[in-house]
């Protein structure tokens, strides 16, 4: 059956690197995936347009389709808008909160080529390759009640820190399926000597471990994983942890990675639909000059294929693709260093699209 594919540009360099990406997803239909593509607004993009962030027509296409390719939303020119629903950022949460997308696979890989540009020694990320898994739609982020209130002449902020067993369930269910495709470790993440919320995540983690007998699961309070984030990460394979530390976590799992250019990510709901993006923004700096860094992108195609669309050997062609490119010494102005050739944005895109054809 044909599946529904739909490409959302938005802000910035959004429309230059998914436009690098489109070309390889038209590559893998002419090798026979079988998919309709469209595109539609989201962000400012559509804010200019529509008046919203996030309009009907955006949506309707987004529930529709199997996978959704963001490039990046926001930029200065809508940070002005006084209506906070109405900036582009909301489009993206928008979109989140209507597909129920709840987990985030957030990939930190360190390709050989590059390790010299991770702020760690190159033998400790050479190879790197972790993913950690947030739970996105849940904890404290979101939890009732919130606010901030006056208390005894003062005034108080506060947030509530929940999940229900059945949230850390689904979440755990992608975290140990993930493992047992990968190495078969996974290490779930919590502050259990401090927070009840946690010590439940804990809990059910232990009781979904006896269904996955082949996964060895093991457990690390937040402040240790931060701190063997940065000793000795190539310890981790699969990390499963709420919102909150997710977040944190992620992020500094990227840095490992010496480019933000390069990490792709999805977001996944209980039907396997996904949006996939990099994790970058919209990069507003550089925009228009066709320098941006399109491998995330064109990376986060690869994840679709695998998560969405069941299409581990045409995934395995891209990332294989752009890991040739880099051997060839081919690099974006964001990852350049002594030796190699700096090429556009849309030099780096042929160069992926031809080595996936010659593959
Ligand atoms: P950013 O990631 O856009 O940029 C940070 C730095 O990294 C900049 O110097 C930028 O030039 C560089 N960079 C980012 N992606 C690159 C790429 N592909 N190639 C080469 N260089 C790249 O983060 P920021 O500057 O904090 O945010 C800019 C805008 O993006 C803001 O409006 C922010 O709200 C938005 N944003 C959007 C998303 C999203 O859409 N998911 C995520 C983060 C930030």
Redesign the pocket.
Known sequence: MTQKILVLP?????PE?TAQASRILVACQARGLDVEIDDGLL??AAYDVHGEPLPAETLEKAKAARGIL???????K??TIEDLAKR??KG?LGVRKQLGLFGNLRPAITYPQLAQASSLKPELVAGLDIMIVRELTGGIYFGQPRGIEERDGERVGFNTYVYSESEIERIGRVAFEMAQKRDKKLCSVDKANVLEVTILWREVMERLASEYPDVELSHMYVDNAAMQLVRAPKQFDVVVTGNMFGDILSDAAAMLTG???MLPSASLNESGQGMY??????????AGQN???????ILSVAMMLRYSLNEPALASRIEKAVGKVLDDGLR????ASQGTRTVS?TAMGDAVVAAFERQ
């Open positions: 938005g802000d910035g360099i959004g690197i962000g400012g963001l490039g990046a939303v926001g930029g200065p809508w940070d582009p950022e993206l480019s933000i250019g993006e990099p994790c970058h923004g919209s990069a507003p700096d550089i320098v941006a860094n399109p491998l995330a992108t974006t102005a964001d990852i944005t």
